[in-house]
């Protein structure tokens, strides 16, 4: 993706059924191919009528979305935010889950979120708790703490840095999982790209996204 207009969509980053069987090829097919495709095609039609928007980053565009023109802070705010989100989901899966957490970031689930148990029972309770659509997140703080958060609709919870997120809009898991939201939950557990959560931690020490009331 570029830093800025005009955004690309992201290839898949493994194929179609290599999730399986806790993620299906239907599912990801419409998720990634319709669903994310037409956030950011519908980003890149909002942000061809406004030029002087055209340098913002989509970091900025989801965090400062109303200084927007009032024509298009809405659509900006969530379908930038569909950009995000949908980079961040789709990354934080893979094939070969293994473990590969690092010792600084099992730490921090320790210090912050009493152990990887409890990690996954607030992960959980987030992502069941999103009344409608939403987002369930692992997120790092400016001092470097780690907390659970739930986004609605295509909200981020930028500027806070994510680390980690479980898309539970229902175009996510109801071609396999019909409303069984929680089973969704249990099997994207099972493909968390742990490396790519440590990776992220590691880079937010040191370049968190930075807000100008900072
Ligand atoms: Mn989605």
Redesign the pocket.
């Known amino acids: 993706m570029g830093p800025h207009y005009p955004f690309s969509l992201p290839p898949l980053p493994y194929g179609e059924g290599d999730l399986l069987p806790e993620i299906d090829e239907k599912t990801l097919h419409f998720?990634h191919d319709k669903?994310?495709a037409a956030y950011v095609d519908n980003l890149n039609k909002l942000l061809a009528t406004c030029p002087a928007c055209q340098d913002w980053t989509l970091e900025q565009l989801c965090m400062d979305w109303c200084r927007l023109p009032e024509d298009i802070r809405q659509g900006v705010r969530n379908n930038a935010g569909g950009v995000y989100n949908?980079t961040l989901?789709f990354q934080g899966m893979t094939p070969n889950p293994g473990e590969g957490r690092d010792a600084a970031l099992t730490a921090a689930v320790e210090r912050d979120l009493g152990g990887m148990a409890a990690l996954k029972s607030a992960m959980k309770t987030a992502a069941l708790g999103v009344f409608g659509s939403g987002w369930a997140w692992l997120v790092c703080d400016r001092d470097g703490t780690l907390s659970v958060r739930k986004t609605a609709n295509q909200d981020t919870p930028l500027p806070l840095c994510p680390l980690l997120t479980c898309?539970v809009?229902e175009?996510?898991y109801y071609l396999q999982y019909q409303n069984r939201r929680a089973d969704y939950f249990e099997a994207w557990w099972r493909r968390i790209n742990w490396p790519m959560v440590s990776r992220l931690y590691g880079q937010c020490q040191d370049t968190r996204p930075r807000y100008p009331q900072d």
């Open positions: 998720h669903h994310f949908h989901y898309d809009w175009h996510a």
